[in-house]
């Protein structure tokens, strides 16, 4: 079902697909957040994320995804990458950082997340940079209610990040609504007002997902038309998850406890069944 703005409303059968690509999702970022040690390469935990999403009967969202078609299964994007970065043949050192974004199909309903890894020891900066990312994502997450507008989550992400550090927010991409198609209206932006864009309904289902860069956020794409990289070389780091909303709280489709436990950090109700 359809809305304005060509927005998909999901009914809960389909939703419950959602959570089941989710959940290979969730899965195959744990195995990759695992591997992702130095001296492995981004084309092997590649493999090692194509095998686990087949196994599981589902199929890769991202591999052979628009012009150019995208070549690979996940994103891997290292240091000063931001998001979209290609698999290939470059060996993790210590204290690199890099960005596993991931997403799987299951009977034509898809799940999108991302984490970003350590690999080895970093400086603080660096560890701050993660947590305050990731820490945005879940206030994004949390600010989310029915009746409210996607620019609750926007502001929370942005307030977040300016609120406690000196990093700064990359706006030139954003979340997007998920659902039979990877890629939907409405845009879920990481800065904004609050009070604005679409309104937070039952059956919605979007993808946040904060860019954040120790440096300032300017970028430009490399000449493979995807890897997208700071301008003045910084580190960033790209959390994400998809979720939808419940009359009890927002339901973490992509988080293998559904977001149960770090929503109750912060106050907020859990909105997926329990034990899903």
């Not at 409210?148 to 989550?153: Q, W």
């Amino acid at each position: 079902m359809f809305r304005e703005r060509g927005i998909e409303l999901k009914s809960p059968d389909q939703l419950g697909l959602m959570r089941a690509a989710g959940l290979v999702v969730g899965e195959t970022l744990e195995l990759l957040r695992a591997a992702a040690v130095a001296g492995v390469t981004t084309g092997e935990l590649d493999r090692l994320a194509e095998e686990h999403i087949r196994s599981c009967g589902a199929v890769p969202s991202f591999l052979g995804y628009s012009q150019p078609p995208f070549p690979a299964t996940i994103c891997t994007s290292v240091n000063d990458e931001v998001v979209h970065g290609i698999p290939g043949d470059r060996a993790l050192a210590d204290g690199d950082l890099v960005s596993l974004d991931c997403g799987a199909i299951v009977d034509g309903w898809h799940g999108d997340a991302a984490i970003t890894v350590a690999v080895g020891e970093v400086p603080a900066e660096v560890a701050d940079l993660l947590r305050v990312t990731e820490e945005s994502l879940w206030q994004g997450l949390a600010a989310a209610r029915l009746g409210g507008r996607v620019g609750d989550i926007s502001h929370a992400v942005e307030q977040h990040v300016r609120g406690t550090s000196d990093f700064d927010v990359v706006q030139d991409y954003t979340g997007h609504g998920i659902g039979s198609a990877m890629h939907q209206p409405p845009d879920v932006p990481n800065v904004g007002r609050p009070g604005r864009g679409p309104k937070l309904v039952e059956g919605l289902a979007l993808a946040v997902e904060p860019m954040v860069v120790a440096g300032d956020a300017w970028t430009h794409t490399d000449p493979d038309g995807w890897t997208v990289r700071t301008d003045d070389g910084s580190w960033s780091a790209h959390f994400e998850h998809t979720f939808t909303l419940t009359p009890a709280g927002p339901w973490v489709l992509t988080a293998l406890d559904g977001g149960a436990a770090r929503l109750a950090t912060l106050g907020v109700g859990y909105g997926g069944p329990t034990g899903s």
